[in-house]
C-alpha cells in the first residue's frame, strides 16, 4: 500500500514540477514538443512535422523535414510565431561543404536549426544559441566559428544594424569578405 500511495504521489507531482522548471521565455513546457505516448522520433518529439497538428496550426513547406520543420511548426514564415522567412535566413537541411562546421554541431550530417540553436528554456543565451554573444553583440566571432574563410579580424569586430531582417529590427549582423575565388 505504501508503494502505491509513493507511486500515485510521484506520479501527481513529477509533472507540476517539470512544468515549473521546464517553463521559460517561451512560456511552454515539455509537452508542446515532447510527448511519452505520441513520440515521433529518438527524442520523444511529439509534434507531427509538415501536418496541421503542431502547437501553431501551421503548414511549413514540404521541403523542411526533421528537427527543421519541428521548430517551423510554431516560426512558419506565413503564420508562425516569430516567423523565419526560409527564403532570407540561413539555409539548412543542407551538407556543409564551403564551410568548417564542427561535426559535433551536424545532425547526421547536415545542417540544421539546431546546428546554432538550442531551444531548451535552460539555455539563457541570446536568440537560444549555443555559444553566448554577449545579447548580440558578438555575433561575428559566433558566425566565424563556421565561417572563417568569408570573415577576418576587422570585420568580425565591425558589425552593422539593418531595419529589415529576418530576426526582426535591429538585429546585429556582421560585415563579410566574399569568399575567396575558387
Not at 515539455?30 to 496550426?57: F, I, W
Not at 544559441?129 to 572563417?148: R, Y
Not at 569586430?157 to 535591429?170: E, F, H, K, V
Request: negative net charge.
Amino acid at each position: 500500500m505504501k508503494r502505491l500511495l509513493m507511486l500515485c504521489l510521484a506520479a501527481s507531482v513529477l509533472p507540476m514540477a517539470a512544468s515549473a522548471f521546464a517553463a521559460g521565455p517561451h512560456d511552454m513546457e515539455c509537452m508542446e514538443c515532447h510527448s511519452t505516448h505520441y513520440a515521433k522520433g529518438d527524442y520523444a518529439v511529439g509534434v507531427q512535422p509538415l501536418y496541421a497538428d503542431n502547437p501553431a496550426r501551421t503548414r511549413v513547406s514540404a521541403k523542411i523535414v526533421n528537427v527543421d520543420a519541428l521548430c517551423l511548426g510554431c516560426h512558419n514564415e506565413e503564420e508562425g510565431i516569430l516567423p523565419v522567412n526560409m527564403h532570407t535566413t540561413h539555409p539548412t537541411g543542407v551538407t556543409p561543404t564551403y564551410t568548417k562546421v564542427p561535426r559535433e554541431l551536424l545532425k547526421d550530417g547536415v545542417f540544421s536549426c539546431v546546428s546554432c540553436h538550442n531551444p531548451h528554456p535552460s539555455n539563457a543565451n541570446y536568440k537560444y544559441l549555443i555559444l553566448p554573444t554577449e545579447e548580440g553583440a558578438n555575433m561575428g566571432s559566433f558566425c566565424a566559428k563556421c565561417h572563417p574563410n568569408q570573415s577576418d579580424p576587422e570585420s568580425v569586430a565591425a558589425s552593422q544594424t539593418l531595419p529589415l531582417t529576418t530576426d526582426g529590427p535591429g538585429a546585429t549582423i556582421v560585415k563579410v569578405k566574399p569568399a575567396p575565388a575558387q
